[in-house]
C-alpha cells in the first residue's frame, strides 16, 4: 500500500471515528503500521482502543500491549521525578509551571499508561532559568548534549535549553518561553502572553500547571506552529481528553486567538481532532474564522506522520521552496536569529567548520531528497508555513 494510504490508515486506527479497512494490509504494512506508531509513542493508546479488535494481527498487537505495558511503568517513574524537580525549583525560590504531558498523562487521560511521558517540559523564565538551569545540573541533573550556541544566546534566541537527564532517567526540557520567539521560525509564530497565563497557573497534588484554556493554546501552538506536525497525531487525542476533561469558554477563546495570532492554526488542528475523535467538544460558532483550505488540510495528515530521520532535510528543503536563495543562505549559514535580536552562528569547529558542515548537510538533503514521500513531505511544509503566514 502506498504511504500516504497507509498513513490514513494509522491515523484512523489510532482515532475513534472510523474503523479503516485493514483486510488489504500485507505483512510490510503492519510493520510500516507498528514502527511508524512505535516512532510516534501510539501503541500504548491503540492498545487501549483495539485490545479486542480482532483484525489487528497478533504480532502487532503483542508488540502493542507490551509498549502499553512499559508505559504504565515509565508513568510512575515520570510522575515522581517530575514533583522532585519541581519540589527542587521551588524550593530555591523558582516558580516552575510544568507543561503538556505532565497534566495530561495523570489528569486528562482515562489512565497514564495510554499517554507516554517520553520527556518533561518545565517553564521558567528568561531571567531565571540559567539559576534554575545551573542549580539542576549542581543537583545531579546531566546536560544531555553540548550546547550548540552560548546559553545567553539561548535566551534570546530559543525557547528552551539543552535537555538535561534526570537522575530516575527522564529527559527534561527547561524552557524559558512557551513558544518560539518572532522571526526564529520560518513562519509566523504566535508569541502567547506568558504572564497572564502564570496568573492563572491551578496547582494539583504540589505541581503547578497552566490553566485549561492556557494548555489548549499551548498544545496548539506547539503541534503547529513550532513542529509543523512532526510530533505526529497524539496531540489529537491530548485535546479530546483535555476537553473531555475540561470545560472552555470558546467564545473568549477565539476572540484570544483572533487578537494572539493564531485563530486558524487552532482551526485546522481541531478540525483535524473533530475528524479524527468522536464527539469531542469543541464548538465553531464562535468567530472561529473559515476553515483551512482542503490542500492544507489534506497536507496536514500526511504531515502527521513524518519519518524523525528525514525532518531535517524536509525542513531544509521546506525552507528552500519557500524563501529561495535567501531561504538557503540562511540554512547553510548555520544562523539562529529573532526578530530584533543579532543573530549567533552554531558551533561548527567538530564537523569542519562552516564549509565542511554546509557540504555535509546539502549532502545529507540530497540522498534524502531521492525518496519521492520525502519530496512531497518538502512540499508539504512550505505550503503550510506559507499558510500560516498569510493568515497571521
Same mark, same amino acid.
Given at each position: 500500500?502506498?504511504?500516504?494510504?497507509?498513513?490514513?490508515?494509522?491515523?484512523?486506527?489510532?482515532?475513534?471515528?472510523?474503523?479503516?479497512?485493514?483486510?488489504?494490509? $500485507?505483512?510490510?504494512?503492519?510493520?510500516?503500521?507498528?514502527?511508524?506508531?512505535?516512532?510516534?509513542?501510539?501503541?500504548?493508546?491503540?492498545?487501549?482502543?483495539?485490545?479486542?479488535?480482532?483484525?489487528?494481527?497478533?504480532?502487532?498487537?503483542?508488540?502493542?500491549?507490551?509498549?502499553?505495558?512499559?508505559?504504565?511503568?515509565?508513568?510512575?517513574?515520570?510522575?515522581?521525578?517530575?514533583?522532585?524537580?519541581?519540589?527542587?525549583?521551588?524550593?530555591?525560590?523558582?516558580?516552575?509551571?510544568?507543561?503538556?504531558?505532565?497534566?495530561?498523562?495523570?489528569?486528562?487521560?482515562?489512565?497514564?499508561?495510554?499517554?507516554?511521558?517520553?520527556?518533561?517540559?518545565?517553564?521558567?523564565?528568561?531571567?531565571?532559568?540559567?539559576?534554575?538551569?545551573?542549580?539542576?545540573?549542581?543537583?545531579?541533573?546531566?546536560?544531555?548534549?553540548?550546547?550548540?550556541?552560548?546559553?545567553?544566546?539561548?535566551? *534570546?534566541?530559543?525557547?528552551?535549553?539543552?535537555?538535561?537527564?534526570?537522575?530516575?532517567?527522564?529527559?527534561?526540557?527547561?524552557?524559558?518561553?512557551?513558544?518560539?520567539?518572532?522571526?526564529?521560525?520560518?513562519?509566523?509564530?504566535?508569541?502567547?502572553?506568558?504572564?497572564?497565563?502564570?496568573?492563572?497557573?491551578?496547582?494539583?497534588?504540589?505541581?503547578?500547571?497552566?490553566?485549561?484554556?492556557?494548555?489548549?493554546?499551548?498544545?496548539?501552538?506547539?503541534?503547529?506552529?513550532?513542529?509543523?506536525?512532526?510530533?505526529?497525531? *497524539?496531540?489529537?487525542?491530548?485535546?479530546?481528553?483535555?476537553?473531555?476533561?475540561?470545560?472552555?469558554?470558546?467564545?473568549?477563546?477565539?476572540?484570544?486567538?483572533?487578537?494572539?495570532?493564531?485563530?486558524?492554526?487552532?482551526?485546522?488542528?481541531?478540525?483535524?481532532?473533530?475528524?479524527?475523535?468522536?464527539?469531542?467538544?469543541?464548538?465553531?460558532?464562535?468567530?472561529?474564522?473559515?476553515?483551512?483550505?482542503?490542500?492544507?488540510?489534506?497536507?496536514?495528515?500526511?504531515?502527521?506522520?513524518?519519518?524523525?530521520?528525514?525532518?531535517?532535510?524536509?525542513?531544509?528543503?521546506?525552507?528552500?521552496?519557500?524563501?529561495?536563495?535567501?531561504?538557503?543562505? *540562511?540554512?547553510?549559514?548555520?544562523?539562529?536569529?529573532?526578530?530584533?535580536?543579532?543573530?549567533?552562528?552554531?558551533?561548527?569547529?567538530?564537523?569542519?567548520?562552516?564549509?565542511?558542515?554546509?557540504?555535509?548537510?546539502?549532502?545529507?538533503? $540530497?540522498?534524502?531528497?531521492?525518496?519521492?514521500?520525502?519530496?512531497?513531505?518538502? *512540499?508539504?511544509?512550505?505550503?503550510?508555513?506559507?499558510?500560516?503566514?498569510?493568515?497571521?
Amino acid at each position: 500500500m502506498p504511504p500516504g494510504a497507509l498513513r490514513r490508515v494509522l491515523l484512523d486506527l489510532f482515532g475513534n471515528v472510523r474503523q479503516p479497512d485493514l483486510s488489504r494490509l $500485507a505483512r510490510k504494512d503492519w510493520d510500516w503500521i507498528d514502527q511508524m506508531a512505535m516512532l510516534r509513542r501510539l501503541q500504548p493508546l491503540l492498545h487501549a482502543q483495539h485490545q479486542d479488535n480482532p483484525a489487528i494481527p497478533a504480532q502487532i498487537a503483542s508488540s502493542w500491549r507490551a509498549a502499553y505495558r512499559e508505559s504504565a511503568l515509565l508513568a510512575l517513574a515520570r510522575t515522581a521525578e517530575l514533583k522532585e524537580c519541581i519540589a527542587l525549583l521551588e524550593d530555591a525560590g523558582f516558580t516552575p509551571l510544568a507543561l503538556k504531558g505532565a497534566w495530561l498523562a495523570p489528569h486528562a487521560y482515562p489512565d497514564p499508561a495510554q499517554r507516554p511521558m517520553y520527556d518533561l517540559d518545565v517553564l521558567l523564565d528568561p531571567g531565571t532559568v540559567l539559576e534554575g538551569y545551573a542549580l539542576l545540573k549542581r543537583s545531579g541533573y546531566a546536560q544531555a548534549y553540548p550546547e550548540e550556541i552560548p546559553l545567553d544566546d539561548m535566551i *534570546r534566541l530559543e525557547k528552551h535549553l539543552p535537555t538535561l537527564v534526570g537522575p530516575r532517567g527522564a529527559m527534561i526540557e527547561l524552557h524559558h518561553r512557551m513558544a518560539d520567539p518572532h522571526g526564529a521560525l520560518d513562519h509566523f509564530s504566535p508569541e502567547p502572553d506568558e504572564t497572564a497565563i502564570r496568573s492563572r497557573a491551578r496547582r494539583i497534588d504540589g505541581v503547578s500547571y497552566p490553566g485549561a484554556e492556557d494548555m489548549l493554546v499551548h498544545l496548539i501552538i506547539h503541534a503547529a506552529y513550532a513542529h509543523r506536525f512532526d510530533c505526529g497525531p *497524539r496531540v489529537l487525542a491530548d485535546i479530546d481528553f483535555l476537553l473531555r476533561k475540561e470545560r472552555i469558554d470558546w467564545t473568549a477563546f477565539w476572540q484570544r486567538g483572533r487578537a494572539e495570532g493564531w485563530r486558524d492554526g487552532a482551526r485546522l488542528v481541531l478540525d483535524l481532532t473533530r475528524a479524527n475523535r468522536a464527539d469531542v467538544r469543541i464548538d465553531l460558532a464562535a468567530d472561529s474564522g473559515p476553515p483551512p483550505p482542503a490542500a492544507v488540510l489534506d497536507g496536514t495528515v500526511q504531515l502527521l506522520f513524518q519519518e524523525p530521520e528525514t525532518c531535517a532535510s524536509a525542513g531544509f528543503a521546506a525552507t528552500v521552496l519557500k524563501g529561495g536563495w535567501k531561504g538557503l543562505a *540562511r540554512r547553510v549559514s548555520g544562523a539562529r536569529a529573532a526578530e530584533g535580536e543579532a543573530p549567533a552562528v552554531r558551533e561548527m569547529a567538530s564537523e569542519g567548520g562552516r564549509l565542511g558542515w554546509a557540504l555535509s548537510r546539502l549532502g545529507r538533503v $540530497a540522498g534524502d531528497l531521492a525518496r519521492s514521500d520525502v519530496r512531497r513531505q518538502s *512540499r508539504e511544509l512550505a505550503r503550510l508555513s506559507s499558510w500560516f503566514d498569510g493568515a497571521a
